[in-house]
């Protein structure tokens, strides 16, 4: 059986060179990297050719290209049985070929194995967390706690799916939680390129979801996700989203830009980006009952983000509200504008320690994303590298309530 890992990079070599070595050091050897290097100006290619490991395959585009060309690119190059896209500030753990092989053998070949994973801030990346962290998804609903493999029912699938349609994430989207096998990507052909939309994963995660016969839930660890400096966790989180759609040159079809022109509100770019990939999924699936895009839940994410930003006094907040009245029916002024206006009020003669509190609670009644902790893993970590060589899956068990 051989894996194929997609990793696609720009400008990050020594990030990229942590990732590399986590695949070179598993304990299997019938795989193949995909270095797709989008334009950088390193030397990423002298870096992949010092290796000498002709398992490591480096491909460079012929200039700088959207994340989900990039993606698309380095699919197109493996020819793997089963394929994972590793984002180049992550890591396999050990013993994830080795282990994912076993269980593929032992449950007959799944369409889409869906693994647990960590969630790795690098020290200083994100506001608040000097030291960084590493937390488990193992609390995630999707595990339903299990410690043991199991297959998700196509009506429980369907459900996922639905939910991110109408803005409510009951899964985690990255790629590196899913193992596609090289069938269910060729299956999904007919609807196009395998990553589509400005959030290529949002995509993609919720058409395998709608189209994978046969999906194994398994909740081990095996990946680490990593948030780092130039990350779009990174840019998100401190507040500098327009950098980060930059970073990713996210570029939505004109022509669906157009015809979703009436819909879209000022808020996040995270927010349109997501009305995006489910219009992508609903125009490619949208002959399924109830594949269909809620624009009315979309508008009030919106107008919770607008809000939010007034309270917390960000930059631009003044004009955005401006811009989202403009263009907020009747209903959605009444039920909405009106209420959030005199949250905003309230919160303005309250103390400055209360703001970001009631800021944080108006995104968190849209319900949009999940709200239980993650589990904390105690230890120090300087890199990526660390967590691969001083974490084993199974202490994902010991966890702490944060």
Not at 306 to 314: C, D, F, P
Request: with cysteine.
């Amino acid at each position: 059986m051989k894996f194929s890992v997609l990793l696609p990079t720009r400008n990050r070599l020594d990030l990229l060179s942590y990732a590399i070595e986590t695949v070179r050091r598993q304990d299997y050897d019938d795989w193949e990297l995909i270095v797709s290097d989008n334009f950088s100006d390193e030397d990423v290619e002298g870096h992949v050719r010092s290796l000498g490991d002709p398992r490591i395959k480096y491909f460079r585009t012929e200039k700088f290209v959207p994340v989900t060309d990039n993606w698309n690119n380095a699919l197109e190059k493996c020819d793997g049985d089963y394929v994972i896209m590793l984002g180049d500030d992550d890591c396999l753990m050990k013993g994830y070929f080795s282990t994912l092989k076993e269980i593929i053998e032992k449950y007959g070949s799944p369409d889409l194995v869906y693994t647990s994973a960590f969630l790795y801030a690098y020290p200083g990346v994100l506001p608040g967390c000097p030291e960084g962290f590493l937390r488990s998804y193992n609390q995630r609903r999707i595990f339903k706690s299990s410690h043991e493999p199991f297959w998700l029912d196509k009506a429980d699938a369907k459900t996922l799916a639905e939910s991110s349609l109408n803005f409510r994430i009951q899964f985690d989207y990255n790629m590196q939680f899913s193992l596609v096998s090289s069938k269910l990507i060729k299956e999904m052909a007919k609807y196009g390129h395998f990553y589509q939309s400005p959030y290529p994963d949002y995509y993609a995660s919720n058409a395998m979801m709608l189209k994978a016969a046969r999906i194994l839930i398994v909740p081990i660890p095996l990946v680490t996700i990593g948030i780092s400096p130039k990350s779009f966790g990174s840019y998100y989180f401190n507040n500098a989203e327009s950098a980060g759609n930059q970073f990713l040159q996210n570029l939505p079809d004109p022509e669906m830009a157009r015809r979703l022109q009436p819909v879209v509100l000022p808020g996040t770019d995270m927010n349109t980006s997501w009305l995006l990939s489910m219009e992508t999924l609903a125009q490619n699936f949208g002959g399924e009952p109830d594949v269909r895009v809620s624009y009315r839940r979309y508008r009030f994410l919106q107008i919770c983000a607008v809000y939010s930003g007034l309270i917390l006094r960000k930059s631009g907040a003044n004009a955005s509200l401006t811009e989202l009245r403009r263009r907020l029916t009747a209903a959605e002024r009444f039920f909405y504008d009106l209420p959030l206006a005199f949250v905003t009020l309230i919160a303005s003669i309250l103390p400055s320690r209360f703001q970001k509190s009631i800021a944080n609670r108006v995104v968190l009644v849209t319900k949009s994303h999940p709200t239980q902790a993650l589990g904390l893993i105690e230890g120090k970590f300087a890199t990526i590298l660390d967590v691969f060589e001083g974490v084993t899956p199974e202490i994902a068990g010991v966890l702490q309530e944060h």
